[in-house]
């Protein structure tokens, strides 16, 4: 069950910095976007520090480059980077997934 509970505690850190995130990405999506339509994946290395290692690092360029860099500046925007819960260990990597239709206003 232990690894069950790294699965969560992953997944609740993951959420964490993309609720960091989220709300420093500027760009308009059209009503007509689709879910699942646009989807930029990032990695990005979190230090202890709350800083990133790095630039964050496209896994997955979701087609669209506005909205590629909106959320790339948006990464780098998030300071400091959420730190995780107690007993968690921050993972060397974190890949961060986006979808436009989240991040309509």
């Known amino acids: ?15 964490r910095i993309i609720a960091c995130v989220r709300p420093n ?3 308009d999506v059209p009503s007509s976007t689709r ?10 290395r979190p230090m202890p520090n709350g800083e990133l290692a790095g630039a964050p690092v496209y896994a997955k360029k979701s087609g669209w480059d506005a ?6 500046n948006a990464i ?9 819960e107690k007993g968690y260990n921050i993972p060397k990597e974190v890949r961060l997934r986006f979808d ?6």
């Open 100 to 105: 436009p239709v989240d991040d309509r206003h």
């Open 25 to 27: 990405i500027s760009i």
């Open 76 to 84: 780098l925007k998030c300071k400091p980077v959420p730190v995780p």
């Open 35 to 44: 879910r699942g339509q646009f989807i930029a994946e990032f990695v990005v």
């Open 1 to 15: 069950s232990s690894a069950a509970s790294d699965v969560y505690k992953r997944q609740s850190y993951n959420a």
């Open 67 to 72: 909205y590629d860099s909106a959320v790339r």
